[in-house]
């Protein structure tokens, strides 16, 4: 049996490791983890229109906050795509404990791998140099009407339908994203 302040360090230690392992190692799969606010999600999800008949796939979804509340509160299906698997794991108990599991789904894997064409609304915080090089396969990929919504960072080259600036949302209609924006932060559209 080990003394009480050796426990206490090795719980120390342990936990310390798993925070650190839950922030940082996602670097090591080449993206950073930091959750969408709450209020984003709100936006992101009530810009672009989700309803019931939508199919929504959240890009890097992290722990779930996208993809449980579209499923609960929007009752739209939703895919979720991670490739950290600490937080595969999460996303997986999250489904099977929680409400509304059965309209959830998820992948682990990369993003650059997934097929759009069933996507209704897509939604990502994502860093700018993956949206950059994630737009000629959404291009190519996505169905007339698709929304793309993302949180943080546009889009470069696509033009904005709609950007909140309080929480730094951005919504584009596909095709007609296509039209011009360079990219810049200049968001055309609603406001």
């Given amino acids: ?7 206490v360090a090795v719980g120390l230690l342990v936990v310390t490791v798993a925070v650190g392992y839950f922030v940082f190692a996602s670097f090591a799969f080449g993206a950073g983890y930091q959750p969408t606010p709450r209020r984003a999600v709100e936006t992101m999800l009530r810009l672009a229109e989700v309803g019931p008949s939508d199919t929504v796939y959240d890009l890097g979804a992290g722990t779930g906050a996208i993809v449980f509340r579209a499923a609960r509160v929007y009752r739209a299906r939703a895919l979720a795509v991670e490739v950290e698997p600490i937080r ?3 996303l997986h108990l999250r489904r099977r404990l929680g409400r509304f599991g059965d309209r959830v789904s998820v992948r682990w894997g990369n993003l650059f791998d997934l ?4 996507a209704t609304v897509v939604t990502a915080f994502l860093w700018p140099g993956a949206m950059e090089r994630l737009r000629p ?4 990929e996505l169905s007339a009407g698709t929304r793309l919504v993302s949180h943080h960072h546009p889009v470069p ?5 709609a950007h909140d600036p309080e929480t730094h949302v951005y919504l584009y209609r596909w095709p007609d994203a296509r039209s011009g924006d ?5 968001v055309t559209g609603d406001t």
């Fill in 1 to 7: 049996m080990l003394p009480a302040e050796l426990e």
């Fill in 88 to 90: 595969v794991l999460v």
């Fill in 115 to 118: 097929d759009f064409r069933p």
């Fill in 137 to 140: 396969k959404l291009e190519q």
């Fill in 157 to 161: 080259g696509w033009t904005a339908a």
């Fill in 182 to 186: 360079d990219g810049s932060g200049a």
